[in-house]
């Protein structure tokens, strides 16, 4: 008895960062499913919009089609809600409870009707006083509303960061992945933490979430999935490092199926978010996706890049700006070309062309910039499902304006 007290002791002192530390054994590949917000947003209104606001048939329509739409087969797993779900004051025992005028039947029901079609089930709160849309949030009620999320068969939380300070974030996280753990439910954390502070502390960050936003919302635009992925060049060496299984930097939501993405772009967010292996949470109608989203949604090839086991986040490995002449405003056209090392050798590529004018132009990617060891290798366009022959010391081809091509290279025997 006593040797086995010493040595549960003696653990805990040999391993004090498990005591803190998000050791969930959680996302070991970057997570994927559906996220209400973007689409969503907070539209409460059901009565004028019963078919796009928050209450429980939607999330209901949502695991229907993930579960039969092929996408649950892929790796699409967790249906999440985000803010105003719930009342805008507790309950009398100060419990977070659901609208129930929205959510009749409760978070658990809804829980269980998620689980049975296979699926998980994600929620939203905030450590500050209120969440971003002014409903509760969890300061004062951390171990009270991670209770109630695992006694509710909740499987996420986001957790949001508004209406609170500097000092909040420092200690508010932490005290709520220790209290997520404490429940022994799996739930899947994840941080808006880097999203409200200057400097990050990744490193701390990694050990208390298993992803978190860096940057701004993503909305229903090009020039908000171009600002996201210029963030990440700009800001690699900040946070790339610190992506790994469990742990991952998240730049938002799909909105692939949505309304301000033409096909290119659609095409650019998936190998984007595939190179940083970012969490893959769609914000879309998945009951009125047009065939060529779902496609882009569903290529398993992009999907095996996302979801490499190594967990390496790719990089920015070379940029280029094209002056055109000719126009009175000589546009610029901006080439960046990314790249991510892959479980078993091979090197996945993205060339990006950021550029609105004119037609596709040729972007090279050297494997010396891509620091690879080899200079010859097969390539094949994944997008496309094409293989495009052996190359040696470099690839080219032509990148549609505001486009991507996405390639693997596999170096030769
Ligand atoms: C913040 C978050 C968004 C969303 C809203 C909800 O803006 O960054 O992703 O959760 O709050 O109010």
């Known amino acids: 008895m006593e040797f086995q007290f010493i040595s549960v002791a003696l653990l805990l002192l040999l391993q004090p960062s498990n005591l803190l530390a998000l050791d969930n054994g959680l996302a070991l590949t970057p997570p994927m499913g559906w996220l209400a917000w973007e689409r969503y947003a907070c539209d409460i209104d059901c009565t004028n919009d019963p078919d796009s606001c928050i209450n429980e048939k939607l999330f209901m329509d949502m695991a229907d089609h993930m579960a039969s739409h092929g996408f649950r087969n892929l790796g699409y797993e967790f249906i999440n809600i985000d ?131 860096n940057y701004d919302d993503i909305n229903d635009s090009w020039d908000s999935v171009l600002g996201i992925i210029t963030h990440y060049a700009q800001n690699q060496d900040q946070f790339q490092p610190f992506a790994a299984p469990g742990q991952w930097n998240d730049p938002d939501m799909l909105i692939i199926g949505d309304f301000g993405l033409s096909l290119e772009q659609q095409k650019a967010q998936m190998a984007m978010w595939a190179i940083f292996a970012a969490p893959l949470f769609m914000s879309n109608d998945l009951r009125k996706l047009p065939k060529e989203s779902k496609d882009i949604l569903q290529n398993k090839e992009v999907i095996a890049i996302n979801q490499d086991k190594m967990g390496k986040q790719g990089r920015l490995i070379a940029s280029s700006i094209t002056k055109h002449s000719g126009q009175r405003k000589s ?68 990148v549609n304006p505001t486009g991507v091509r996405l390639v693997r290279l596999t170096p030769a025997k």
């Open 83 to 213: 803010d105003c779900w719930a009342t805008k004051m507790r309950d009398d025992k100060g419990m977070l409870q659901a609208d129930p005028v929205r959510f009749p039947n409760g978070i658990k029901a809804l829980a269980d009707y998620v689980h049975s079609k296979g699926l998980k089930l994600g929620i939203y709160g905030d450590l500050g006083s209120h969440t971003c849309g002014g409903y509760p949030g969890s300061l004062g009620y951390v171990e009270k509303d991670a209770k109630t999320f695992a006694d509710w068969g909740v499987d996420m939380l986001k957790l949001d960061g508004c209406y609170a300070s500097e000092a909040d974030y420092e200690t508010g996280y932490p005290e709520m992945s220790k209290a997520l753990n404490a429940t022994g439910r799996p739930i899947v954390f994840s941080c808006s933490w880097p999203a409200y502070i200057k400097t990050p502390n990744y490193t701390r960050i990694a050990e208390v979430c298993n992803l978190w936003r």
């Open 331 to 398: 546009p610029e056209v901006t080439n960046m070309v990314f790249a991510r090392p892959l479980d078993g050798g091979d090197l996945a590529v993205a060339m990006l062309n950021t550029g609105h004018f004119s037609g596709p132009h040729n972007i090279t990617v050297s494997f010396k910039d891509a620091g690879v060891s080899w200079s010859k290798a097969s390539v094949r366009d994944v997008m496309n499902g094409m293989d495009l022959g052996m190359f040696t010391d470099s690839f080219s081809a032509p």
